[in-house]
């Protein structure tokens, strides 16, 4: 069946609708481009055609191009894939090229059918890149409608001519926002982004497309860089305004990029060059650096785990055999902030909720965390008061366990104390259908132990959400010992409902997230008593990419959580414990009430707003910095090694079992180097026996937690790679 329809109207109008059969929105093909390029054909040859609408069959435009093509291509391009993107690309450009000028007379630019663009809804990427090369864009105003350029998201940039395009419309410095940084805007502000020409109610779009098609002139039909004397807006480079935007875009791109990200400066050169030159020489140009990045290591593993493996996961990749398990009635025990949240995101996708707690006050408490923040989304002009009512009539606050009647999925979200979970456990199974699944949200207790206290322990499991439960978007799925199949489906099905990204590891210690997110943690911590300077040890964690440092992470958590996780950790592991250094510095930062953010002291000094001013002078006092510092790389080394090689052991163990979710959930769940495509893609672009290599001269100067794996070894011997050896999904051996 064919993505896009084409139909000429009474009018002389050829209209062309995609629709791509089968799913809810339209992504683009290499067989749905050459249908395109056929169609424009068509009607340019057509003399009864007076102009062309670009449209789309369903409520939204576009999501953008099927990632998987680029794979695809590459795979069969044998030896040179760098020369089939290229052309894969440049052919693209043909396409739209042909569009743009929609058969025009070269000379004296005369003659091209009008061709406007009719958007119902969200467009993205390749989407976008069409209307750009249309003559004039119309969008509906719809809710939910956005549209942008977010390919810089996943380790790309807009190759389709949307770099050349847009930033020759607006100019370098108001075409950031758009290209560099990958925002999406509602129909009014992307008009007054120039990303869109007019804003129109949903049921008026494709009349007045067509009312304009069949009144532009010649004039309306070409493009401003195809006008004799088109000057770059905002300066070409070598003029004095244009030097300084492009100065100014360089540095900005440093600053959010730390220079890890390979599509964010090729984006950037691309704007730069092509600006030098006439406008299909700068396609040429956008489509080298375009080839450039899909042939970057980096970003073929930031397309890998953002996107292919993000959306196999989100579509259930790993999920057993079972009925449909979409849950109707949800159970919240715990009316606290991580409780609150949960009942938030899940009333917002329309499950009604009942949030308990043991004194009404805390129960109403938590119901009103969630019109706090519907409050935020009417101020912003996303949630209006309809919405409002709707989402907080789903959510029932209450003391009375007889509420959960019903339903069919229970999260307990009570404190981290075994006594309190049993309690509430057994409240609740007393009261829910026989059927229903049990959740428990915890970070370090064992499911398996949890789960004795349940009558049915094959329908008991853990749900790990990450806080704030309405920003994070990783969700671990944890399997007890006798977790059952129907379980493990309930809960995926629900995470795709609340359109969180969900991931299945087996019980143990902190799971797999918390697992290396708390040596992360602890070798800054371990560093700062050694002497190391505070400041080298964040700035090294943000040169690499990630978001924050370790210090400012574990004041963002909370010193005292650290300390209670120690304090336990300590009592389980006994004279195997390692980490007494750690200890002794949260435990002196305890004492002295330097708790983290929460208590506005930590590591950092905070106003009294809570706004971080810097890190706190007094760590020097307590722990000298020594006189000789280590080099960034060692530093650096320590600091990815630390969580890299927790994540190999715990695949070897078989915690994690697909290394596809590993890479996911580390992005996702802690912002492990985006550009690294997580801690399997950054082992396989480095190499196994170069990570070999450090691991040993990381343990002849810092100890056997570097030692490495048996597994990473295995690889590096037989030359092997993660991907190579366990990228469709096996566990390991």
Same mark, same amino acid.
């Given at each position: 069946m064919s993505d896009f329809k084409y139909h000429v109207d009474e009018d002389g109008v050829a209209i062309l609708t995609w629709d791509v059969p089968g799913k809810s929105m339209n992504v683009m093909t290499r067989e749905a481009f050459a249908e395109v390029s056929e169609m424009i054909d068509r009607a340019l040859a057509d003399d009864k055609v007076k102009g062309i609408i670009v449209t789309s069959g369903k409520d939204s435009f576009a999501g953008g191009m099927d990632l998987n093509v680029l794979a695809r291509i590459r795979e069969e391009a044998g030896d040179n894939p760098a020369q089939a993107l290229f052309d894969f690309t440049m052919s693209g450009h043909h396409i739209l090229r042909k569009l743009e000028r929609a058969g025009m007379d070269p000379k004296t630019l005369k003659g091209a059918k009008p061709v406007a663009c009719a958007i119902p809804g969200t467009c993205a990427g390749i989407? $976008?890149?069409?209307?750009?090369?249309?003559?004039?864009?119309?969008?509906?105003?719809?809710?939910?409608a956005k549209i942008g350029l977010p390919e810089i998201l996943v380790g790309l940039f807009p190759g389709g001519g949307g770099t050349t395009r847009y930033s020759r419309m607006v100019g370098a410095m108001a075409a950031a926002p758009v290209l560099l940084e990958g925002k999406m805007l509602e129909p009014a502000k992307a008009k007054s982004a120039g990303l869109i020409d007019e804003v129109v109610s949903p049921d008026e779009l494709m009349a007045r497309a067509k009312e304009w098609v069949l009144s532009a002139k010649d004039d309306d039909c070409v493009k401003p860089w195809d006008k004799k004397g088109w000057k770059m807006p905002g300066g070409a480079p070598y003029h004095p305004a244009g030097f300084m935007t492009f100065v100014g875009a360089n540095a900005m791109v440093h600053a959010k990029t730390q220079g890890v990200y390979p599509a964010a400066k090729a984006l950037l050169s691309a704007v730069y060059e092509g600006a030098l030159v006439p406008f299909d020489v700068a396609l040429r140009i956008e489509a080298r650096w375009f080839t450039k990045v899909l042939m970057d290591p980096s970003s073929s593993a930031m397309i890998r785990s953002?996107?292919?493996?993000?959306?196999?996961?989100?579509?259930?990749?790993?999920?057993?055999?079972?009925? /449909?398990q979409r849950v109707r009635k949800l159970g919240v025990l715990g009316a606290g902030m991580m409780g609150a949240g949960i009942a938030h995101v899940s009333a917002l996708a329309g499950i009604d909720v009942v949030l308990i707690d043991a004194s009404q006050e805390a129960a109403d408490r938590g119901k009103a965390h969630s019109e706090a923040l519907l409050d935020k989304g009417m101020k912003r002009g996303k949630v209006t008061a309809e919405k409002k009512a709707e989402v907080l009539s789903r959510i029932t606050a209450t003391t009375d366990y007889g509420a959960l009647e019903g339903c069919d999925l229970v999260i307990e979200a009570v404190f981290e104390d075994p006594a309190v979970k049993v309690e509430v456990t057994k409240k609740a199974e007393a009261v829910i259908p026989q059927d229903a699944i049990f959740a428990t949200n915890t970070s370090t207790l064992p499911i398996s132990d949890l789960a004795k206290a349940s009558a049915?322990?094959?329908?008991?499991?853990? &749900?790990?959400?990450? @806080?704030?439960?309405?920003?994070?978007?990783?969700?671990? &799925? &944890?399997?007890? !010992?006798? $977790?059952? /199949?129907?379980a493990v489906a309930k809960a995926l099905d629900y995470v795709r409902q609340i359109r969180k990204t969900p991931i299945v590891v087996n019980d143990a210690r902190f799971f797999y997230a918390n697992r290396c997110i708390i040596p992360y943690i602890n070798e800054g911590i371990r560093m700062v008593k050694e002497g190391v300077k505070p400041a080298l040890v964040e700035n090294a964690a943000r040169l690499l990419g990630f978001p924050v440092g370790p210090l400012q992470l574990v004041d963002e958590t909370s010193i005292d959580l650290g300390v209670k996780i120690a304090k336990a950790t300590r009592a389980a592991m006994g004279d195997a414990y390692p980490d007494d250094a750690v200890d002794e510095v949260l435990f002196a930062m305890a004492e002295r009430g330097r708790l983290g953010r929460k208590a506005k002291a930590g590591f950092y000094a905070y106003d009294e707003k809570g706004t971080r001013l810097g890190l706190w002078e007094g760590l020097g006092e307590l722990w000298p910095v020594a006189a000789n510092q280590p080099d960034l790389k060692e530093v650096q080394n320590r600091l990815m090694m630390a969580q890299v090689l927790e994540a190999v052991r715990a695949f070897e163990e078989g915690v994690l079992m697909d290394i596809r979710e590993g890479d996911v959930a580390a992005i996702l769940g802690w912002g492990f180097?985006?550009? @690294?495509?997580?801690?399997? @893609?950054?082992? /396989?672009?480095?190499?196994? !026996?170069?990570a070999v290599e450090i691991c040993e001269d990381l343990k002849s100067r810092h100890g056997p937690r570097f030692e490495a794996p048996a597994l990473l070894r295995d690889i590096a011997t037989k030359g092997d790679s993660f991907y190579g050896r366990y990228g469709s999904g096996e566990a390991a051996a």
């Open positions: 989407g $976008t890149e069409i209307a750009l090369a249309c003559h004039r864009r119309f969008m509906a105003d719809r809710p939910k953002l996107f292919l493996n993000k959306e196999k996961l989100e579509k259930g990749a790993n999920r057993p055999e079972a009925p /449909d049915r322990p094959d329908q008991f499991i853990g &749900i790990h959400f990450f @806080s704030p439960v309405d920003k994070m978007m990783l969700v671990e &799925i &944890i399997k007890g !010992r006798q $977790t059952g /199949d129907r180097a985006p550009w @690294s495509g997580g801690p399997f @893609s950054w082992l /396989d672009i480095i190499g196994a !026996r170069r």
